[in-house]
């Protein structure tokens, strides 16, 4: 693929996680994420690297549990996904393993 579709297609992946992001923290239960470590898939999107995230999720209302987690993770934003960190996050409600971090929708 050419240099135009690289750029397209990571904009299209930047942009579906935004969407995907922004509706569970719209519509999401309330819940803490624990960041048991991550590993580095190789992958890119836009320069940022694609992670797996090893999370324990603990709802607001009930019993923690694991799940893995992959998320484009800008330069800037590293630093909040070290191992051992807590961060809100929101479960989708139809899929407890898909998770958003934050509190609030952000678009």
């Known amino acids: 693929m050419g240099p135009f579709g690289d750029a397209l297609a990571d904009r299209q992946a930047l942009e579906s996680q935004a969407l995907e992001q922004n509706r569970i923290l719209s519509v999401g239960a309330a819940a803490t994420a624990y ?3 991550h590993a580095d ?11 797996v ?5 603990t709802p607001a209302d009930g019993e923690p549990y694991r799940v893995r987690h992959r998320e484009i993770v800008s330069a800037a934003a590293m630093g909040a996904y070290y191992a051992g960190s807590s961060i809100p996050c929101r479960i989708d409600r139809a899929d407890p393993g898909r998770i958003a971090f934050g509190d609030r929708p952000f678009m």
């Not at 898939?41 to 992670?51: C, D, F, Q, S």
């Not at 995230?53 to 999720?57: C, G, H, I, N, S």
Request: no cysteine; hydrophobic share 40%.
């Open 35 to 37: 960041i048991r470590g």
């Open 53 to 57: 995230l090893e999370v324990d999720v």
């Open 41 to 51: 898939t190789g992958e890119r999107a836009a320069g940022n690297p694609i992670w």
